[in-house]
Nanobody
Framework: QVQLVESGGGLVQAGGSLRLSCAAS????????MDWYRQAPGNQRDLIAS???????DYADSVKGRFTISRDDAKNMVYLQMNSLKAEDTAVYYC???????????????WGQGTQVTVSS
């Protein structure tokens, strides 16, 4: 079984920075894509940043230029560096990974438990 554990959320003032981390543990063959989503109260869960196994990245327009996603495959981790935070960035942030298991050798999607980010204005 694969587990994702997130850390790094908290309370920060507008204009500040936070770095989120997400670690995958368990037995698997490889991790394909790694993503960050966020969900504000009353809203749907939105994809905000993606990084593929080759290192290419995509960002939602709302975070482009302020957030940076990165990965460390040796540690099975994904990071989200968030700069110039705004009140509208307040949400629960979730990591998501598409993981290829050994048996069966098939890709499955896994979610972290979520970490709260609150930006005060």
């Amino acid at each position: 079984q694969v587990q994702l554990v997130e850390s790094g959320g908290g309370l920060v003032q507008a204009g500040g920075s936070l770095r989120l981390s997400c670690a995958a543990s368990g037995s698997f063959f490889r991790i394909n894509s790694m993503d960050w989503y966020r969900q504000a109260p009353g809203n749907q869960r939105d994809l905000i940043a993606s990084i593929r196994s080759g290192g290419s990245t995509d960002y939602a327009d709302s975070v482009k230029g302020r957030f940076t996603i990165s990965r460390d495959d040796a540690k099975n981790m994904v990071y989200l560096q968030m700069n110039s935070l705004k009140a509208e960035d307040t949400a629960v942030y979730y990591c998501n990974m598409r993981v290829v298991l050994m048996t069966p050798m098939k890709e499955f999607m896994y979610w972290g438990q979520g970490t709260q980010v609150t930006v005060s204005s």
